[in-house]
């Protein structure tokens, strides 16, 4: 009980929720991009990889 307090007092001082929907039909290149792949990761990377161009 005490580990799964500390667990979700953890969570919610260290991290954020983004939501993403996305559309099966306009988005589908997006969807495609991802299959296959940990979501999560591969959105992070992609980010990632977008701002150090920007920099």
């Known amino acids: 009980m005490a580990e799964t ?3 979700k007092t953890w969570t919610k001082e260290n991290t954020t929720f ?3 929907k996305l559309n ?3 988005d589908k290149d997006i969807l ?3 299959e296959g792949k940990p979501k ?3 959105i992070k990377r992609l980010i ?3 701002l150090s ?3």
Do not use: D, H, I, S
């Open 5 to 7: 307090q500390a667990r």
């Open 18 to 20: 983004v939501g993403l």
């Open 24 to 26: 099966n039909r306009t």
């Open 32 to 34: 495609l991009a991802l």
């Open 40 to 42: 999560q990761t591969e």
């Open 48 to 50: 990632r990889a977008a």
């Open 53 to 55: 161009k920007n920099e």
